[in-house]
């Protein structure tokens, strides 16, 4: 049997006001694929960074290699072999992926200048002894997110990790470029003996690559187990505490039959923040009643589509027409006042105020409606305390209260609010992008429960995921988008995710005919 | 702030002024001073008079009124640090206004110099807040350049063109109808009416900060201008006017200066009076509450450490070693509040968990 390299022993992590790991004690072994797997706010990012000692935990104990870690910091934890990826990428744009993978730890000519030379044999030499293939001279600001990634792993070996964490990685990969990490996991892990735990939402990816799985729910953990001796279904209620039957949506025939249009899109042009193009020529007609699904490789412009739709973004060329009004010279409060909500693709960015209040973030918006405020001008605090905590309760945000800042939540319950606030306007027209990125399996059952019923109440629903489940169980009708234009549009229930794949990365009819 | 928060808040000021005033107690001893002495007369000069107290009152209404300036601004997101060249233009146009309406009934007059006092530092906020919020033109560095062009421009025309003709006077405009000026409030102090419009402004700008939907929608603008603009707000707008308010403000300050005390404009109107609101406001975290009260403690301390230094012989320059070290330690409050409560729930915690293990 391979000895445990990884111990946690009674650990716990208070943070204020919230207890964000209980008295967790389990055993990684030498050699082996773990998952850890929970919901948001389960815990599990808190205790990988216990592990990276970026965490001090309150109580307990962590053992790495037979050794109790003394100090909890970084630094120390890689020279005890611990490497982390996180979700967000640490890597210098402008620099080339050589620098990136030896930066602070440069091999240096004459004492004190960095010699690139050595630098890039360096790492040739770890992308050749890991089979990690990335050509080590070019930018990291020129190469996808997929080779990034590589990049921050290849970070973590030069240091000589052989305990590899990695923070949700494929929650920004396609699923070819997932498959692709998966046999490197897979190689380093037979020829080079190294520990991989790899924290995830996904539980087919679980079922993939790991050897065995812990499942964390609120803090503590629910059980460990060998990854051959479960299946989804187990793993996902013992997620929630619950059975949890995914596929099974309330979906029915749209209250309003008149298919109307209800957004028009005429040829537009849109531009990127550095002006360049990222829309070159998109003309669609949004229906009452349906979700039209936009699928693509991140990048394509979709992000810059719902920018353009809700006036967060000038439209270069072309027009967009809601309810028959032209919304090109319109602010996005005027485009909202024709009566569209938008949940944008990144929360902290766009969707909230982090450090405002759960109760400021519920009503944003709304502050001047009569129910809210006295001549537009006094906040009712009272009548807005209540209803937000009327939201808190209707779309099961869980944290603190409504009084906590919102930035103190975890990413799935600031998704709610979102959502709530933006469902709760009653709008006939929705624009979602990314609605479930970095969401947990409940609460990712609760938005999408959320959106078909907007959907059967007749609203137009455009939607941006990522996740192709996603937009497959969702979608009435599909769109592929590649480099600022639509490359297919297709019935899901007629189509196999690998076609639509094709279509994503440039696959055109004719060139398949 | 909720409830809760402003009471630690409120003792975390009280620590770091008693903490700050040992050490200035350190300061004192180790220059041969009395400390005891001299922070009894700090405390005499600053309340023991009526005059004092009328001094300390008036001084702290400038503080608070230009401290409450910054934090309009700064709701919004906006850095003004010009608000002493609004301060100058607002004193030279309602001081010119002043020359100018004299014989009419001051009942019309003086509002009138309000308004021009107000459209004059407004206006000039205004043309930082637009380069900012049209061209992304960094305010800090408009309004500071911004200050150096009023304050040198209102000092030519008080030295030249708008020069006044009356005897004795070798710098100034000519003075305003004695029928506008404020009267004074307490014999020989600097306190006068102005006071009463200092409360109503005071309350005017809580309630915006801290009551209003504007407020409300300043500050989602301040925090995330990106999130205020897609939750429909006008933020451009929104930065524009709190800037247009915080220049109003300043505008008045000048104009108080003039109408209470100086009968004229004069190039020494104000001795950095925006800087000194500054920092009270940034102290107080920009909290209209905080700012209150911190400025009554400043201009305590402005009044009393200058009485100090007459009475005890402790030089000007320790009042303000000391004076520095107090903002100092009040600065650092907030850093300092997070430590302490860090370690506290940090001991809670091995505390609860250690009688967890036992149990």
């Known amino acids: ?429 929705l624009m979602i992008s990314q609605p479930t990125r970095g969401v947990d399996i409940g609460a990712m059952e609760a938005i999408h429960q959320f959106i078909i019923d907007k959907r059967n109440a007749g609203c137009a629903i455009l939607l941006i995921s990522a996740d192709l489940d996603e937009l497959f169980r969702l979608s009435d009708r599909l769109m592929t988008i590649y480099e600022g234009r639509i490359t297919g549009e297709f019935t899901p229930s007629t189509i196999e995710k690998t076609e639509i794949s094709y279509y994503m990365t440039g696959g055109s009819k004719e060139a398949q005919a | 702030m909720k409830k809760k928060n402003m009471l630690e808040y409120l003792l975390a000021l009280l620590i770091s002024v008693v903490l700050a005033m040992a050490v200035g107690a350190l300061i004192m001893l180790a220059t041969g001073h009395d400390p005891l002495e001299g922070y009894v007369l700090m405390f005499q000069g600053a309340f023991a008079t009526q005059r004092a107290l009328g001094n300390t009152l008036a001084k702290a209404a400038t503080l608070c009124l230009t401290g409450l300036a910054t934090a309009v601004a700064a709701q919004a997101g906006i850095f003004n640090v010009g608000g002493e060249g609004q301060l100058y233009l607002g004193a030279m146009a309602s001081a010119v206004l002043g020359a100018k309406l004299a014989g009419m009934s001051p009942w019309i007059a003086v509002p009138l110099c309000l308004l021009a006092a107000m459209a004059a530092g407004g206006l000039y906020a205004w043309i930082p807040g637009v380069l900012k919020v049209k061209m992304k033109v960094d305010e800090v560095i408009t309004t500071i350049l911004l200050n150096t062009a009023a304050i040198y421009f209102c000092s030519y025309l008080a030295n030249g063109p708008l020069k006044t003709m009356e005897r004795g006077i070798s710098s100034g405009t000519d003075s305003v109808d004695p029928a506008f000026m404020f009267d004074k409030l307490i014999r020989r102090s600097n306190l006068t009416e102005s006071l009463f419009l200092t409360i109503i402004i005071t309350v005017f700008i809580w309630y915006l900060m801290k009551k209003s939907t504007t407020g409300f929608q300043m500050k989602l603008t301040g925090q995330n201008g990106r999130f205020a603009r897609y939750s429909g707000i006008k933020s451009d707008r929104l930065a524009l006017l709190s800037m247009v308010i915080s220049g109003a403000i300043c505008g008045l300050v000048g104009m108080f200066e003039v109408f209470g005390l100086h009968k004229r404009f004069i190039v020494t109107v104000s001795n950095e009076f925006y800087f000194d609101g500054m920092l009270v406001a940034m102290i107080a975290r920009y909290n209209p509450v905080g700012i209150i009260l911190m400025s009554l403690f400043f201009g305590a301390m402005k009044i009393g450490g200058a009485a100090m230094e007459l009475n005890a012989e402790i030089p000007s320059t320790l009042v303000v070693i000391i004076q520095s070290i107090i903002i100092f330690f009040m600065a650092a409050e907030g850093g300092v509040t997070t430590l302490l409560k860090e370690r506290i729930s940090r001991r809670r915690t091995a505390a609860t968990l250690q009688k967890g293990d036992q149990a």
């Open chain 1, 1 to 429: 049997m391979s000895e445990n390299i990884v111990s946690f022993r009674h650990v716990s992590m208070q943070f204020p006001g919230v207890l964000a790991n209980d008295d967790v004690s389990f055993d990684i072994r030498k050699g082996e694929v773990f998952a850890l797997v929970g919901e948001n706010g389960a815990g599990k990012s808190t205790l990988m960074n216990i592990l990276y000692g970026m965490n001090t935990p309150t109580g307990g104990q962590v053992i790495i290699k037979g050794k109790t870690v003394e100090r909890f910091d970084p630094s120390q934890a890689i020279a005890m072999g611990v490497g982390m990826v996180h979700q967000h990428f640490m890597l210098v744009p402008s620099f080339t992926v050589a620098q990136n993978v030896t930066l602070g730890r440069e091999p240096r000519k004459w004492g004190f200048v960095s010699d690139l030379k050595k630098a890039n044999a360096i790492v040739d030499g770890l992308v050749e002894e890991y089979g990690l293939t990335v050509n080590t001279r070019d930018r990291v600001q020129d190469i996808s997110v997929g080779l990034q990634q590589r990049v921050e792993i290849l970070k973590t070996l030069h240091r000589g990790a052989d305990i590899l964490i990695l923070d949700e990685p494929t929650a920004v990969l396609t699923p070819q470029e997932t498959e692709e990490l998966f046999s490197v996991i897979r190689r380093i892990v037979r020829e080079k003996h190294m520990t991989i735990i790899i924290i995830t939402h996904k539980l087919y990816e679980v079922m993939a690559i790991s050897d065995r799985v812990g499942v964390m729910r609120s803090g503590k953990l629910v059980g460990v187990e060998n990854t051959c001796d479960v299946n989804e279904r187990i793993l996902a209620s013992m997620m929630v505490g619950r059975d949890v039957l995914l596929g099974e949506l309330d979906r029915h025939d749209p209250e309003v039959m008149d298919n109307d249009v209800a957004v028009t899109l005429d040829h537009i042009q849109v531009t990127d923040d550095r002006g360049l193009p990222a829309i070159r020529d998109i003309s669609l007609e949004l229906h009452r009643g349906e979700i039209l699904g936009i699928a693509g490789i991140e990048g394509n412009g979709q992000s810059q589509l719902i920018e353009a739709i809700t006036a967060m973004r000038p439209l270069r060329g072309g027009d967009i027409r809601i309810g028959g009004v032209s919304i090109r010279k319109m602010t996005p409060g005027q485009v909202r006042a024709l009566g569209v909500a938008h949940v944008p693709e990144e929360r902290l960015k766009t969707g909230v105020s982090a450090p405002a209040d759960v109760t400021d973030n519920l009503i944003a918006g709304r502050e001047k409606e009569k129910r809210f405020s006295l001549f537009r001008t006094h906040m009712k605090r009272k009548a807005v305390r209540q209803y937000a905590e009327e939201l808190f309760e209707q779309y099961d945000i869980r944290g603190a209260g409504v009084d906590v800042p919102v930035g103190s939540l975890s990413g799935g319950n600031m998704q709610k609010v979102v959502v709530a606030r933006e469902f709760s306007f009653n709008t006939p027209v």
